[in-house]
């Protein structure tokens, strides 16, 4: 049974709405809108909320969106069919009606279309019932037992039919030498002792005719063709030695172009394939900002590659090609898209996006853009990249606003201490990092507490130190009126994680520390008991934000760290409602060069954003993620 069917347009207006089970649809269409639509990921066309589980369609011609919701525990086999037949229906039905594309049309519209829904309803749901099972069949019911004896029977030394048509496709003089040869190897059908020819009664098919004349004729002269066969070879002298040598005439040669094998030439020099650009495999440029590198798609390439041999032929010709390939005038289809797809799916790989990303990715676009009719001048490799670098930015823009400066100020307002707490694995660097967030809070006039709750690694406390005592000595008390702007908490080694955090909010509050930057030790995703001391930090401490440390390095095994450390955090927790990770560092950056596809794949399937990119060694190298730059380098080659 389903709870609801609806069918609005890109804009929001609803134009027509079927109420089942559900009361209202309002908030699973919503989050649909918030989470898939808007955040350009559609590769699925389904989506799962809360109870109920959501699948969509949609048409890009006439900017609609049908949406079915269904209990997810439920197993509606007819629901894709449904909602193919009310599509197609829909807009053949109110295509005037739509086509008009203007809001006050669609509100003044009647969409009556609550008889049809039920009709098409009613014929997916009968379409669909199980049928009674089959009967077992009979061994005289199968093909097999049609069969007559006699087809069945193989003499020794004979092809099965399959072989033998096989070996009728690979030519006439291979046909007639292995039919030789295999007949002169079979038995006589005669010393079978089976009936064979007319006169037994059976009559004899025209392969059967063929091939016992062809045993005769060997028997008669088969002696005679062996004979022959070894006199020919025995007459043919052996050739003992070398061949001629070539012969390589110093003041010329008669016969030049049989010797010549050389390679071709232009002007005198071998043609030779041009080097490739070394400046494109740069990726990044001094201050970490991302060089906009230019790439040209190989489709152009081919297309251009294509275009000169008509122009020469004809420059009206190669014009009036070239227009007709440029002009929009048709809608695109999955065919069309087909190829290009294909191309930017393995660039994204190489780009070091997760291959399952990847594919979803294009599958998102190849959905947004089936049936939208091209721009004039555009070609499909054209309009396929544009639509991939919209989805892609989009993706990495935050779908949750972080702005810590902005918080921090809120938080003083309330007269507490603003709480971040860095979690992820083994040496990922969460402590540099650290240090690197904590000299631009600096810079931006805020006082920081840095709690030491790394209590396992040893040196993890001294490493702190080091860097409070640096921080101290580029943002000293006398340049801040006396004020004491960063100060170390820590409580030494092997003691209780989150019993230090505590102390060290109640420590900042008395202090009146804005910022406490709460450092944990690294642990392994799969590392239960660490995860639930990790989980047991936060449920109690409740930081204002939770940040994910991981390597662009590693590429998709960041992912998987995130996802896990997501998932660990919601199984240890001790809350009904329990905390998760709320953004992202992205360190190491500056030694992926151009592959920076584990920063897409990150945000895609957590829908978390990098808040900050750790781009070298100092202070200084922190950046704040910039979509379009990370982008422009994802798509250039």
């Not at 904590?438 to 406390?461: H, K, Q, Y």
Request: proline share 4%; aromatic share 6%; charged share 25%.
């Amino acid at each position: 049974m389903l709870d609801f069917f609806t069918i609005f347009s890109k804009g929001g207006l609803v134009l027509w709405c079927f109420q089942g089970v559900s009361d209202s649809c309002t908030g699973p269409v919503n989050a649909l809108i918030r989470s898939v639509l808007l955040q350009e990921r559609g590769g699925n066309n389904s989506f799962t909320h809360e109870a109920l589980t959501l699948k969509y369609k949609l048409d890009n011609q006439f900017e609609l969106v049908f949406v079915v919701g269904f209990q997810k525990i439920l197993t509606l086999t007819y629901v894709d069919k449904l909602i193919d037949d009310v599509h197609r229906l829909f807009r053949d039905k109110y295509r005037t009606e739509i086509q008009q594309q203007s809001a006050l049309s669609l509100l003044n519209g009647t969409f009556d279309f609550q008889n049809d829904f039920l009709r098409l309803l009613r014929e997916a749901e009968e379409s669909s019932k199980v049928r009674a099972p089959t009967t077992m069949k009979k061994f005289e019911d199968s093909e097999k037992a049609k069969k007559p004896v006699r087809s069945m029977i193989e003499t020794r030394g004979e092809k099965p039919k399959e072989k033998a048509k096989n070996s009728k496709k690979k030519g006439a003089k291979k046909e007639s030498s292995d039919g030789l040869l295999a007949t002169s190897k079979a038995v006589p059908a005669e010393k079978s002792g089976l009936p064979v020819g007319p006169e037994n009664g059976v009559e004899l098919s025209k392969e059967e005719l063929i091939r016992r004349k062809r045993e005769e004729f060997i028997q008669k002269h088969g002696r005679g063709l062996e004979k022959s066969s070894k006199s020919m070879k025995s007459d043919t002298p052996k050739e003992k030695g070398k061949k001629a040598p070539r012969v390589w005439a110093l003041g010329g040669c008669a016969n030049k172009e049989v010797l010549d094998y050389s390679t071709p030439t232009t002007n005198g020099a071998p043609e030779v394939a041009p080097p490739e650009d070394i400046s494109l495999i740069r990726g990044t440029g001094p201050g970490g900002q991302l060089q906009d590198l230019d790439c040209s798609s190989s489709d152009d390439e081919v297309a251009a590659q294509n275009t000169k041999p008509s122009a020469t032929k004809g420059t009206l010709g190669g014009m009036f090609g070239m227009l007709k390939g440029l002009v929009g005038s048709k809608s695109l289809s999955r065919e069309d898209m087909e190829s290009v797809l294909d191309k930017m799916r393995d660039h994204l790989i190489a780009k070091n996006v997760a291959a399952d990303i990847a594919v979803q990715l294009c599958e998102s676009v190849a959905n947004k853009l089936e049936g939208k009719v091209m721009g004039t001048f555009s070609t499909v490799t054209s309009t396929v990249k544009q639509a991939l670098q919209e989805s892609l930015v989009q993706i990495l823009q935050p779908q949750r606003r972080v702005d810590m400066l902005r918080d921090i100020m809120d938080a003083q307002r309330h007269q507490r201490p603003y709480v971040v707490t860095f979690c992820g694995v083994n040496g990922v660097g969460k402590s540099t990092n650290l240090a690197k967030i904590s000299f631009w809070l600096l810079e931006n006039g805020f006082s920081v507490l840095i709690a030491a709750c790394d209590t396992f690694r040893a040196g993890a406390v001294e490493q702190l130190r080091t860097h409070t005592r640096r921080l101290s000595a580029l943002h000293p008390p006398e340049n801040h009126g006396g004020r004491t702007m960063v100060q170390l908490f820590e409580k030494g080694y092997g003691k209780d994680a989150a019993g230090i955090a505590m102390e060290a909010i109640a420590f900042a509050r008395n202090q009146g520390f804005d910022v406490v930057l709460v450092d944990t030790a690294g642990r392994m995703q799969d590392n239960a008991p660490l995860m639930t001391a990790l989980a047991k930090l936060i449920t109690v401490n409740t930081p204002d934000l939770v940040l994910f440390v991981g390597e662009a390095l590693v590429g998709n095994e960041a992912v998987d760290q995130l996802v896990k450390f997501n998932r660990a955090l919601a199984d240890h927790s001790m809350a009904q409602t329990p905390r998760l990770i709320d953004g992202i560092v992205l360190t190491k950056f500056d030694t992926i060069d151009d592959k920076v596809g584990a920063a897409i794949s990150m945000t895609y399937i957590t829908s978390k954003p990098i808040v900050f990119v750790g781009t070298g060694q100092t202070y200084c190298d922190l950046r704040s993620l910039n979509a379009k730059a990370v982008v422009a380098a994802l798509m250039k080659a």
